[in-house]
Nanobody, 118 residues
Framework: VQLQASGGGLVQAGGSLRLSCAAS????????MGWYRQAQGKQRESVAT???????NYADSVKGRFTISRDNDKNTVALQMNSVKPEDAAVYYC?????????????WGQGTLVTVSS
């Protein structure tokens, strides 16, 4: 499975940014897609995830500001980031976890940098 993320860049605090990620390869029918981020000097953390059934989960720090969505036909996932804060600055990674025959296997994209100016 390959994941290609795009959409990172410089955004002003309070502004909006949209990240996109396209997955290709051997993707199971049941899978989770999501976004993680890692700020400089900090551990990687989950931002938002969405199941193939559309169930979403968000980190408390982004609830009400970020929205994750996916297109199962195109195997894409997006993260709409609104009311961006300086603490949202990080490298964002998209992920896909296949659930197949009782085995879960996760894949990671290359990361896209989000910089926030205050």
């Amino acid at each position: 499975v390959q994941l290609q993320a795009s959409g990172g860049g410089l955004v002003q605090a309070g502004g909006s940014l949209r990240l996109s990620c396209a997955a290709s390869g051997s993707i199971s029918r049941i899978n989770d897609m999501g976004w993680y981020r890692q700020a400089q000097g900090k551990q990687r953390e989950s931002v938002a995830t969405i199941t193939s059934g559309g169930y979403t989960n968000y980190a408390d720090s982004v609830k009400g500001r970020f929205t994750i969505s996916r297109d199962n036909d195109k195997n894409t996932v997006a993260l709409q980031m609104n009311s961006v804060k300086p603490e949202d600055a990080a490298v964002y990674y998209c992920t896909l976890t296949n659930h197949r025959y009782g085995v879960n296997k996760s894949y990671w994209g290359q990361g896209t940098l989000v910089t926030v100016s205050s």
